[in-house]
């Protein structure tokens, strides 16, 4: 069985940059990595602190693992983002941390690869959570829910983020493929900083990526090149770019028709590139909310409850467990109490409900029809839902199952409301009474109300719908929940778009209250003479 390392007693403090840190680790890096190894232990370190990685005694000919405690941020430090699984085994040798399977051990080369790396960004520090996070099992109820609650702003704080997007085993080439976009924790540690930097395979010198805009390449050091994040995503539109290096002071075509494929996964979609660009533009104005909602559903994570845990940072507001997680964790139930509470924290705050109509082409979830779609939990991949028939569909892959660009917009004018503590949503809109109709042929697209104008179609079930205006004891609406914008992204022109007006279909069940049994798209001014009626919607 492997030793434990030990807490360092002396110095009891010290200052470095001007910043106070007492010190609670310090072994050489071979201690770690001999046969037997030392364990990577923080079972003797005090919860709720900030842990950091000192990069210079890292990256000299003997490196030493110093790691420090502070009670606030300190300067200039790195962060790093990573996906944990599904990714080829790291290279040896490896650092076993208490806690974790040794499948999720660390390679020590690259971890000294991204200390040198975070080290030449002028960072002096080295925040990443295997290392400064207890993982033990005693740290469940004591430094890891600190930490989380502390999470966005570790990431707010750093003065570069840089991301291993094939995990702590590798660097993946423009071509590769990597779960990153597809997880849950990466998506604040995509927005977060101020400066996230991607790491990949490449030679040849400082270059780019050239389409209709250009993406700058520094190489780090041979065979591996760092850029920009927002960059690389723009580049992953795009059906392909030219790789452009420097060569004696001017640029050289080393190669056309390159796909980057960094964050398409399998399958190539791209609507999880598109809504992260959406996110970005948006920081700060209307419609930021359901860019991070629409990253979100697209994701996921070990536990549903982190989809929660890792977005409540961006969406300004915290929320805990209390009284709702069980010894064992959160159950479906528990989850959607979770999200519950998120939601009317939100509403607190005096947001509005951009969380509806986030992939019009899913059923509404049974028994919480206003809630927005949380995946399933999973190791690895994007997000999932189960349908209906008890099969497993991936949101991403439906996102635009209509055709109409479902992840390249924002809900605009969503409503304010009241949300309950079981979820339902109560809201004053525009609406109009409508039937389900009698012609049960599935429609593949959008009927638009210039051919048809009576006429409206479930996205999730491609039947339609009759509006019937004026009609009296009706037990069915389509109300109005926003309007559709386009995301503005410099790399494409202005689409045009006839359907922008979205239609919540409601039904009216016992009691007086709602269920959401789909979303229909309208023409602009489909909703000019309907009037206004409160709902709750919910069940």
């Known amino acids: ?13 010290l200052t ?46 003997n490196p030493t693992l110093i790691l420090l405690s502070t009670a606030t941020l300190p300067p200039s430090y790195a962060a790093l983002s990573y996906p944990w699984s599904a990714l080829p085994s790291p290279p040896t040798p490896t650092i076993q941390i208490e806690g974790l399977d ?7 080369s690259m971890l000294i690869e991204m200390c040198s790396i975070a080290h030449a960004q002028g960072c002096e520090f080295l925040w990443m ?8 099992k005693g740290a469940e109820k004591t430094d890891k829910p600190w930490q989380v609650k502390r999470m966005f702003g570790i990431y707010e704080g750093c003065k570069v983020c840089l991301v291993a997007p094939g995990g702590m085993g590798r660097f993946p080439g ?23 930097r991607v790491l990949l395979q490449w030679e040849g010198g400082d270059g780019g990526l050239q389409h209709n805009s250009f993406c700058e390449v520094e190489q780090v050091r041979p065979g591996v090149g760092m850029a920009p994040l927002r960059g690389l995503l723009e580049a992953s539109l795009k059906s392909e770019v030219r790789v452009l290096l420097e060569d004696r002071g001017a640029d050289s075509e080393a190669g056309t028709g390159e796909r980057v494929g960094v964050f398409l996964g399998e399958g190539e979609t791209q609507f999880a590139v598109m809504a992260l660009l959406g996110a970005m533009d948006l920081r700060g104005s209307e ?10 559903i697209m994701r996921s994570a070990k536990f549903r409850e982190d989809l929660i845990f890792s977005s409540m940072g961006l969406m300004g507001v ?24 998120l939601l009317k924290e939100l509403i607190r705050k005096g947001e509005k409900a951009e969380w509806l109509g986030l992939a019009p082409g899913l059923r509404p979830a049974k028994g919480h029809s206003a809630l927005p779609p949380l995946p399933l939990k999973s190791n690895v991949g994007g997000g999932f839902v189960e349908n209906k028939k008890g099969n497993y569909v991936e949101i991403k892959a439906n996102m635009d199952a209509n055709g109409t660009m479902d992840s390249w917009w924002w809900l605009k004018d969503a409503p304010k409301g009241e949300c309950n503590d079981d979820g339902d949503f109560t809201f004053r809109a525009k609406a109009v009474p409508v039937k389900e109709s009698s012609d049960k042929t599935e429609y593949t697209g959008y009927i638009l109300q210039r051919d048809t104008p009576r006429r409206l179609v479930n996205c999730s079930t491609h039947r339609a719908w009759d509006i019937l205006d004026g009609a009296k004891d009706v037990k069915s609406y389509a109300v109005v929940v926003g309007k559709k914008e386009l995301y503005t992204i410099g790399i494409f022109g202005t689409m045009v778009d006839p359907t922008t007006t979205l239609l919540m279909l409601v039904d009216e069940q016992d009691g007086g209250a709602f269920c959401n049994s789909g979303y229909a798209w309208g023409d602009e001014n489909i909703a000019g003479e309907w009037t206004e009626k409160e709902f ?3 069940g």
């Open 318 to 341: 915290k929320v805990d467990g209390k009284g709702v997680k069980e010894e064992n964790g959160f159950d479906d139930e528990q989850v959607s109490k979770l999200l519950v509470r």
């Open 102 to 108: 040794p499948k999720d051990s660390l390679s020590a």
């Open 16 to 61: 470095i940059s001007g910043h106070s840190f007492t010190p609670l680790l310090s072994t050489p890096l071979s201690a770690l990595l001999s046969n037997p190894p030392t364990l990577y232990s923080l079972l003797s370190s005090p919860p709720a602190t900030y842990r950091y990685l000192h990069i210079p005694p890292l990256i000299t000919p």
């Open 1 to 13: 069985m492997p030793a434990s390392t030990s807490t360092s007693t002396s110095p009891t403090s």
């Open 174 to 196: 423009l071509r590769g493929r990597t779960t990153w976009i597809d997880r849950a924790w990466t998506l604040q540690e995509a927005l977060a900083p101020r400066d996230v």
């Open 287 to 296: 419609g930021w909310l359901n860019a991070v909602w629409r990253c979100l």
């Open 129 to 136: 959570d295997k290392l400064c996070v207890r993982q033990d």
């Open 536 to 538: 709750t919607v919910g």
